[in-house]
């Protein structure tokens, strides 16, 4: 059974910092897809950032672009997420992908003074 665990989440003022992490067990990864997608309330989830497997391309939203970094560690089976001078809008649910199929609970970003 593939499970995919997200951590990191929080508050944090505008301007701060978060690291997201998701750690993902009952499946190898280096050869498939990982990303990170968030959910604003009232709003369709959308990509933040994603890595190909096999060291394939990175890719990042346009809104967070230059502010996000997606990194993963195919040895221990996880994907981070980077995200620095965070504003009210990153606020929402997190949500770890492996392979564009199995998805992570959720870990919650509020941005906000």
């Known amino acids: 059974q593939v499970q995919l665990v997200e951590s990191g989440g929080g508050s944090v003022q505008p301007g701060g910092s978060l690291r997201l992490s998701c750690a993902v067990s009952?499946?190898?990864?280096?050869?498939?897809?990982m990303g990170w997608f968030r959910q604003a309330p009232g709003k369709e989830r959308q990509r933040v950032a994603g890595i190909e497997g096999n060291g394939g391309e990175t890719m990042y939203g346009d809104a967070v672009r230059g502010r996000v970094a997606i990194s993963r560690d195919d040895a221990k089976r996880t994907v981070t997420l980077e995200m620095t001078d965070l504003k009210p809008e990153d606020t929402g649910t997190y949500f770890c992908n492996l392979d564009r199929s199995y998805w992570g609970q959720g870990t919650q970003v509020t941005v906000s003074s």
């Open positions: 009952g499946r190898a990864t280096s050869s498939l897809f």
